[in-house]
Structures are given as structure tokens and as C-alpha cells.
């Protein structure tokens, strides 16, 4: 059998590397597509629905398919140091890839936003971390002028390497179907991801691996949600810290796509975006973080309109380790605390007795 050797050498033909490219990999990528039927019996016909769970990656986010093919480039052309704004989750694959790579590595993030398992691994992996109080899109317009002007390399999603590497999120979900789906649910913060799977299917579709193209479904937060509005947002406000952005660098990129597959966007309320949470782990046993689920929820929520028959895939893009506070604030169980260490505390607290 083959063994998985990460996106950029499995995908390369399809990538803007050359054999001089210095390949900075943590194997990421080859993440599953899983069934999710207790979900699909919720729209009430006969629907296949999968999650495409990207909370796998090393780092725990999609965000490693845009950083390996972003620092490798930084790499192969003599960087030694990267800067990025982050809610979190591109911080965290940033340090990691960079450091990996023998970079320094620095992350502006919002003050008291981002969840703690993302500043966990940000500050493991060595980053400066450099934490603003203010939000992302200030951060964002910060490392920009940044990069403009010191010789350090911007590795947000304004980085067009970073979306070669997240396409190949979209060879992969061809590669597991043999098609595209028929529609592709996903979480829109800053746009670059659906951006970068749009270009994945196309450049499939073009090069005859698909029949298809999907539909591309984009839901946003309802208290972040400039790309249903149409303005930007000063003062973004949601559950869903990943993605409580403003002003998203890709927009224009991201109203294309839509023009361009016939697709939606939609805001979930944070309420929306917290059953579809617990729903993923309780009915299914997939852990993903809130800007995860609003795929889930935004698919649950216009689920009226999608075929009998259809195929749909969501993405889930981070993993829920990485925000145990929103899990444990949530949780749907009893938590029986304070139990004496007998056999009978036990069983009476398990209602056996
Ligand atoms: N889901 C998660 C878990 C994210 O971390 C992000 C973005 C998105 C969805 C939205 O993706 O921005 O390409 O539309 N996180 C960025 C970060 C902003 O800094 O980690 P997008």
C-alpha cells in the first residue's frame, strides 16, 4: 500500500512547486470523509450527507494544507520570518509549519478571542505572540502594512500560496467520491477556504477528474456576517471566535464563487451553530470546534432546498479540542461531580441501585 507522504507530493502536479522547493510537511492532509447519516435523516429524504473533517490536519485545522505550501514557498525564497493575524487556528499551523521550516514566526491575535487550546499550541510551537486589543480585521490590516515593509512574510489567506495548498481539500473529497458533491457546505470567516476549494474543483473539473461542479453553500455567523449583509461589520460578535470577522480579506473572491457555482450564503444564528455542534458529537461522535458547525447548521437550515438524492459534503475545519471552554460550557450530559470512591456512590450515581 501507498503510504501518505502530505499534500504537496501527492498533489504536485497540481501545485506551483518545482523540484527546488523545499517541501515543509507534518503529513497533513488525506483527512476523512465520513458518513454522517443520523444528520442526513434530519432533512427528511433520501440525502447523502458527509463531513469532510479537516480538524485531523497536525495542527488540528485545515489551515495546515495552506501552511505547508505557503512556508515552503517562504523557504524557497529565503525567508526568515512569517507574520500572520489569526483567530487562532492560522496561528497556530503558522508556528508550527515555521518553525519546522527554522523560521521565526508572529501572530497578532484579538485579545480575549481566540480559544484556549489554539493559544495553547501558538505559544508551544515558539511563536511571538503578540496579542492586540482589538479584532482580527485590525490585526489583519496591521500584519499587511507589516509585510509591506518589513522583510517578513504575510502568511494569511491574501497569501495565494496558502490557497493552492487548501484546494487540495477538494482532490481529496473528488478523489473519496469519484465526483463532486452536489452541494459543499462551509464555514466563511475570512473567505479564503472557499475560495481555495472552488479553485480545487475547477481545476479537477478542468483536468477530467469531475463531471460536476458543486454548488457552493458559504454560511457566516449572524452577529459576522458582512457577506449576506453587504457590509462590513465594525463590531463582529459570535460563539464562533474562528470566524468572528468583519471585513473578509477575500470578499470579492468569495462573491465570485458564488456568482460562479449558483451558490448561497446565509448567516446561523450562534444558537443554530451550538446544535449542530452538540448535534455532530452526541449523533455521530465527531468533536469539531463551533465555526465547524456552522456548515452543519447553515445545511440544516436551508435543507428544504437540497434534491433528493443529492450528495453533500460539509466541512468540518477545525478540530473541538481546540476550544474545551465552548464544549464544556455546552455540554449535553450529566455531570455528576463530587461522587465518594465506593462501589455503591458509583452505582447509585449510574442509577443502577
Ligand atoms: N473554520 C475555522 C475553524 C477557522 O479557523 C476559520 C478561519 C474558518 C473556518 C474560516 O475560514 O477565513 O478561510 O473563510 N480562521 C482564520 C484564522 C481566520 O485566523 O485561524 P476562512
Redesign the pocket.
Known amino acids: 500500500r501507498e503510504v501518505w507522504s502530505g499534500l504537496i507530493k501527492t498533489y504536485q502536479q497540481y501545485l506551483p512547486v518545482t523540484e527546488n522547493t523545499p517541501v515543509v510537511t507534518l503529513l497533513e492532509g488525506n483527512t476523512p470523509l465520513i458518513p454522517v447519516p443520523s444528520i442526513a435523516q434530519l432533512i427528511g429524504r433520501q440525502v447523502q450527507v458527509f463531513a469532510k473533517y479537516d480538524g485531523l490536519n497536525p495542527t488540528g485545522?485545515?489551515?495546515d494544507r495552506g501552511m505547508t505550501m505557503a512556508i515552503s514557498k517562504a523557504k524557497e525564497a529565503g525567508a526568515r520570518a512569517v507574520i500572520?493575524?489569526?483567530?487562532?487556528?492560522?496561528?497556530a499551523?503558522a508556528a508550527a509549519y515555521a518553525k519546522r521550516a527554522g523560521m521565526k514566526a508572529f501572530v497578532l491575535i484579538p485579545e480575549g478571542y481566540v480559544a484556549l487550546g489554539?493559544l495553547a499550541q501558538a505559544l508551544l510551537y515558539g511563536a511571538e505572540v503578540l496579542s492586540i486589543k482589538g479584532n482580527?480585521d485590525q490585526a489583519l490590516k496591521i500584519v499587511r502594512e507589516m509585510a509591506n515593509s518589513y522583510p517578513v512574510t504575510l502568511v494569511?489567506?491574501v497569501n495565494p500560496y496558502r490557497l493552492e495548498g487548501?484546494k487540495t481539500a477538494a482532490f481529496e473529497v473528488v478523489d473519496a467520491l469519484g465526483d463532486a458533491p452536489d452541494w459543499l457546505c462551509?464555514?466563511?470567516?475570512?473567505?479564503?477556504?472557499?475560495?481555495?476549494y472552488w479553485m480545487g474543483f475547477c481545476q479537477y473539473h478542468q483536468s477530467g477528474k469531475c463531471d460536476r461542479l458543486p454548488r457552493m453553500m458559504g454560511f457566516q455567523a449572524a452577529g459576522a456576517a458582512p457577506l449576506i449583509t453587504g457590509q462590513p461589520v465594525t463590531h463582529p460578535d459570535t460563539v464562533a471566535t474562528?470566524?468572528r470577522?468583519g471585513n473578509?480579506a477575500?470578499w470579492e473572491k468569495a462573491i465570485a464563487v458564488q456568482s460562479a457555482s449558483n451558490g448561497e450564503f446565509h448567516a446561523v444564528t450562534d444558537e443554530e451553530i451550538l446544535a449542530a455542534y452538540r448535534l455532530l458529537a452526541s449523533e455521530e461522535g465527531i468533536f469539531c470546534?463551533p465555526?465547524?458547525a456552522?456548515s452543519v447548521a447553515g445545511m440544516l437550515k436551508v435543507k428544504d432546498q437540497i434534491p433528493t438524492g443529492a450528495t453533500v459534503v460539509c466541512v468540518l475545519?477545525?478540530n473541538g479540542l481546540?476550544d474545551p471552554n465552548t464544549a464544556i460550557d455546552n455540554n449535553q450530559n450529566a455531570f455528576k461531580p463530587g461522587i465518594e470512591p465506593t462501589l455503591e456512590a458509583v452505582a447509585q450515581a449510574m442509577g443502577v441501585i
Open positions: 485545522s485545515f489551515k500572520c493575524a489569526s483567530t487562532g487556528n492560522t496561528s499551523a489554539k482580527f494569511n489567506s487548501q462551509i464555514p466563511v470567516g475570512n473567505a479564503g477556504n472557499i475560495t481555495a474562528a470566524i470577522i473578509p477575500n470546534e465555526a465547524s456552522a475545519t477545525g481546540k
